[in-house]
């Protein structure tokens, strides 16, 4: 028998081994792929419920002229059981407005915190510094934060100017 005649037929075993972890590498590329798709869809709805929030609170104020010409709608909310049955003055409701914005925004985002206020800067602050000036004439600046990757502090924000 002559050696030279014979032929190879078939895979070897270490081209059969190059092919599999060529096909898990690729496997795990789509998975991280995958991964990075929902995390951006996910940070997607949030940003969008945070824009559906700012301008709620937006039309809740030009709805409400007398109080917001007033600067009713800067500051903290409150409660007010009379705006839900025989009515309340507009300063009222502009408390009750806010009132319930904040607790929709708590609901809606992960660890959803707003603030209304005065500010020629809107573009800056924290949660628990929202960083509003009071400049007068100044438009309307609505502030949402939110925790976008569950990591425990509200590190995004969402900024609305608001003009009547």
């Known amino acids: 028998m002559n050696p030279a005649r014979q032929r190879q037929s078939g895979f070897s075993l270490i081209e059969s081994l190059i092919a599999i972890l060529v ?3 690729s496997a795990l590329a789509m998975g991280a792929l995958q991964l990075t798709s929902l995390r951006s869809t996910g940070s997607s709805l949030l940003r969008t419920i945070a824009t559906q929030q700012a301008y709620d609170i937006a039309d809740r104020a030009r ?3 007398p109080a917001y010409r007033a ?11 009379a705006c ?3 009515g309340c003055t507009a300063q009222q ?14 609901s809606l985002l992960p660890s959803g915190q707003g603030v209304v ?5 809107p573009n800056d602050g924290t949660p628990a ?7 007068a004439g100044a438009n309307l600046a609505v502030k949402i934060w939110w925790d976008d990757d569950r990591s425990g502090s509200a590190t995004q924000r969402f900024v609305q ?4």
């Open 71 to 81: 600067g009713a709608y800067v500051g903290a909310g409150a409660s007010h059981a």
């Open 93 to 106: 409701q502009a408390e009750m407005d806010l009132y319930l914005w904040n607790q929709a925004n708590a």
């Open 161 to 164: 100017n608001v003009r009547p």
């Open 129 to 135: 510094a929202p960083a509003c000036d009071g400049v």
């Open 23 to 25: 096909v898990a590498i």
């Open 84 to 86: 839900f049955a025989a």
């Open 117 to 121: 206020c005065l500010d020629s800067t």
């Open 63 to 65: 709805a409400n002229l």
